[in-house]
Nanobody, 123 residues
Framework: QVQLVESGGGLVQPGGSLRLSCVASGHTSSRYAMGWFRQAPGKDREWLATITWSSDGTFHADSVRGRFTISRDNAENTLYLQMNSLKPEDTGVYYC????????????????WGQGTQVTVSN
């Protein structure tokens, strides 16, 4: 199974930026859509963004559209989430996930998760 490892989280002030990375290791030859989700304490996991294998299609949640941008570098087996204009309500554990096909961006088709990286937005 492919292992997904997130990094890049940390403490940032409101209005600041962070760039999260997710590196896939193990068997990485298959072509899958990828995505980002987050979970705040006491809340359900929330979908943020998904991207096709070829990066020819992306899908961002209303709550982050215009602030967050998903991208990927398949040669490096790495998924990114550029987060700008961060708000306190963005605080949570951020997870990358693998989809079930190359092009389906429906969040319900994402079933494989990394361990997460903590993002805290606070003064």
């Amino acid at each position: 199974q492919v292992q997904l490892v997130e990094s890049g989280g940390g403490l940032v002030q409101p209005g600041g930026s962070l760039r999260l990375s997710c590196v896939a290791s193990g068997h990485t030859s298959s072509r899958y859509a990828m995505g980002w989700f987050r979970q705040a304490p006491g809340k359900d996991r929330e979908w943020l963004a998904t991207i096709t294998w070829s990066s020819d299609g992306t899908f961002h949640a209303d709550s982050v559209r215009g602030r967050f941008t998903i991208s990927r570098d398949n040669a490096e087996n790495t998924l990114y989430l550029q987060m700008n204009s961060l708000k306190p309500e963005d605080t949570g554990v951020y997870y990358c996930a693998r989809g079930s096909s190359s092009d389906d961006l429906n969040p319900s088709t994402f079933h494989y998760w990394g361990q997460g990286t903590q993002v805290t937005v606070s003064n």
